[in-house]
């Protein structure tokens, strides 16, 4: 079995519950033929014949470990130790580290430690070092269970996908934002992308990086589909180009695209747009000119890369496994119908 550890949704008030069976469902989705229970503040999911689900792509579980679940009793927690030592065939120091989230337990977290680090001494070939062990064996005490382990692995963390509200994602085939689209799942959004095409200008290829990318993000969804829009924005790019104001052209793009994905957003009932963009990254993404395009838009409109370097994205996007995607070669719909020299503080008066 696998023991299952959250996080953030332990400081949720009355709705708890409701966060951790929105956490059951998704770990089910990634689990078939697993059966998930909720106990002493933890998710468990019986593996029996089944293979080891890839826990790895859920958000809301801060970790996760294979363990032993025995009553709270002393002695079959003991018998779990040796059960643990016995799987995991390693040698050297160890400590062990009791949490008890039922404090009427009959022991202190103190006395688990000395009497099961007293037990392992005398029939294993271990030593204890509390600072630079070997093995760290966990002994988690429920009011009605205890969980035993001694490997963890970290979660991503987060809120659950499915129990926050629906997002619109501005989605390109760049490094960007689909870095943008992981982190508004990581906040438990339902996530939905827009992206912009202008054929002939831009052919197959593109789409299809769109897709392969989609593919990625909903893995991280899982139950959850994933729906993705694709419009045709060759025309109103070819309009914008005809104006007088050539410096103002990526600009008035952006509005456009702003006030399409609005326009989309209200009737699929989503109350807010998810952008790539970083301060001062390229010339359409300085305060100024994210102002202007702000001002076309009817919903807040959110940018969690605000704050990272290009670095940091790059580095993040290979972590989660669109990056070898996004740097494909392909022609972006704005770089197409890009100025020669992009206004760099713009004005709203003058983009309407």
Request: hydrophobic share 40%.
């Amino acid at each position: 079995m696998l023991v299952v550890r959250y996080a953030e949704i332990g400081l949720k008030g009355r709705n708890r519950h409701w966060f951790e069976k929105q956490l059951c469902r998704n770990l089910q989705a990634v689990s078939p033929g697993c059966e998930i229970k909720r106990t002493d503040g933890r998710i468990i999911v019986h593996l029996e014949n089944a293979q080891a689900p890839d826990i790895s792509r859920v958000f809301g579980v801060s970790s996760w470990s294979p363990a032993y679940m025995v009553k709270n009793d002393i002695s079959q927690i003991k018998l779990a130790v040796k059960a643990v030592l016995e799987d995991i065939h390693e040698r050297g120091s160890f400590r062990i580290t009791t949490k008890r989230s039922w404090k009427g337990f009959y022991l202190s977290s103190q006395q688990v430690n000395e009497i099961l680090g007293d037990f392992v001494v005398k029939n294993y070939n271990l030593k204890v070092d509390l600072k630079n062990w070997d093995i760290n064996i966990t002994v988690e005490i429920g009011r009605d269970n205890a969980f035993i382990s001694a490997v963890r692995y970290r979660g991503l963390g987060g809120l659950p996908v499915g129990t926050s509200s629906k997002a619109l994602l501005l989605l390109s085939a760049g490094i960007d934002s689909p870095v943008a689209g992981w982190y508004c799942l990581k906040r438990g959004a339902k996530l939905h992308t827009l992206s912009f095409l202008s054929p002939p200008y831009t052919g197959e290829r593109s789409a299809k990086k769109i897709s392969d990318i989609c593919r990625v993000l909903s893995k991280y969804s899982p139950g959850i589909t994933l729906q993705s829009y694709l419009i045709n924005f060759t025309q109103i790019q070819q309009r914008i180009k005809e104006l007088p104001e050539d410096s103002y052209s990526l600009i008035l793009q952006r509005r456009s695209m702003i006030r399409i994905a609005c326009k989309l957003a209200e009737k699929m009932n989503i109350r807010a747009l998810y952008t790539g963009e970083s301060i001062g990254q390229v010339a359409s993404q300085t305060v100024e000119n994210i102002h202007t395009i702000d001002e076309a838009s009817s919903l807040p409109i959110m940018r969690p890369l605000i704050g990272l370097d290009k670095q940091e994205i790059i580095s993040k996007a290979k972590e989660i496994g669109t990056f070898e995607i996004s740097i494909e070669p392909y022609l972006d719909s704005c770089v197409i119908f890009a100025p020669r020299k992009p206004v760099i503080r713009s004005d709203i008066s003058v983009a309407k």
